[in-house]
């Protein structure tokens, strides 16, 4: 036992560098030199009127408000919130690069106390360090929580990165609405350009044809042949009444040149309903072949019509919210560092350690190494 002791008080050295130097440096930082941190923290959600399909309960409640949550468009505003855009607008006129360079904050804690290391992508990092997003997947809350070494900064911070994000949110909108509405004007374009490409050709087709409508001057013609024909009929009849009763009646003449006109002119009125390609018979299927192209293009060009009014009457809506659970808090005390709470964390872990590494070299020098 002595000479495990007297083994125990030659490894001082490590007590020395895994307990007293560490702990020494911790209270030196935490206790002397580390600046407080103030703390402000806002929470909000994300909120779309899109009809989509939501669990139960948000349906019930959808029904009832004619909103609810959207968890992704909300991690949308957590990247922003985290990206070097934000940094970018938070630092417009140098203003965040001077809140963290700010004389007043320890040369340990502040931003590039020396001068060096004051990039963008520096900024960027420290940032970071400061500035928190987390998302409540379940009741897809985001909270953020900015750090900065003056309540009033940190304040700032917190309401400047909620209202980046409420314009985030517009830009997300105006997007979809412009996107929405371009695409339902050029369908409309489109649709009208067919309508009117297919009724010009339906006009140089009656004008090359001379036919307005085939099949109904053909249903007019063919009820023109049969009066003629009940004409040649009726006089047919009264001719052969007469040549039999009076075979020299003078009547027969002009009977017999009025059945033979008659006669040509019911050859000429169907000659025009079914008389080859120029009349009314081959002149319907192409008709009707452009016709119906015409009847297409006008069905589409009205529907293309009612959804570019449905497009506008969306676009008019906004879509995606930014509701504000917990405005920005502007703290009154500082909640970092936790001073005493670091240093006995630095004590504990370096006890840990000097004891784990005395038992270690005290065993190989047991062992004779």
Wanted: hydrophobic share 40%.
């Amino acid at each position: 036992m002595k000479l495990l002791l007297y083994k125990m008080k030659g490894l001082g050295w490590i007590f020395f560098i895994t307990v007293l130097i560490p702990t020494t440096l911790a209270i030196l930082y935490y206790g002397i030199f580390a600046s407080d941190v103030y703390v402000s923290e806002s929470s909000f959600i994300v909120k779309t009127s899109e009809r989509k399909s939501p669990p139960a309960l948000g349906s019930l409640l959808g029904s009832v408000t004619g909103y609810y949550q959207d968890n992704s468009d909300i991690y949308s505003v957590q990247n922003f919130a985290l990206s070097r855009d934000a940094v970018s607008q938070l630092n417009n006129k140098e203003r965040l690069k001077q809140i963290f360079s700010s004389h007043d904050i320890s040369v340990l804690d502040r931003f590039a106390p020396l001068g060096f290391s004051a990039s963008k992508e520096d900024l960027f990092r420290y940032y970071k360090k400061h500035v928190t997003v987390e998302i409540d997947s379940r009741s897809a809350l985001a909270k953020i929580r900015v750090g900065a070494y003056r309540p009033e900064d940190a304040h700032w911070i917190n309401q400047q990165l909620l209202r980046f994000s409420e314009q985030l949110v517009n830009r997300l909108n105006k997007r979809a609405e412009t996107d929405l509405v371009a695409y339902a004007e050029r369908t409309e374009r489109q649709a009208a350009d067919q309508a009117r490409s297919a009724a010009l050709k339906l006009s140089v087709y009656r004008d090359a044809h001379r036919v307005l409508d085939p099949e109904k001057q053909a249903t007019v013609q063919i009820q023109l042949i049969a009066k003629l024909q009940d004409d040649l009929i009726a006089n047919q009849s009264q001719l052969d009444q007469i040549q039999a009763a009076v075979p020299d009646n003078p009547q027969i003449g002009p009977l017999k040149a009025r059945i033979a006109s008659i006669k040509r002119q019911i050859a000429e009125e169907s000659g025009r309903v079914t008389g080859g390609s120029n009349s009314f018979a081959g002149a319907a299927p192409g008709y009707q072949r452009l016709q119906l192209d015409s009847q297409i293009a006008d069905r589409q060009l009205a529907t293309a019509m009612t959804a570019l009014a449905d497009a506008r009457e969306e676009a008019s809506r906004k879509r995606i919210y930014i509701e504000t659970v917990v405005q920005p808090s502007r703290p009154d005390i500082a909640v970092e560092p936790r001073r005493l709470n670091s240093i006995l964390a630095v004590f504990v872990v370096g006890l840990m350690a000097w004891g784990v590494f005395s038992m270690l070299f005290a065993g190989v020098r047991e062992h004779g190494y």
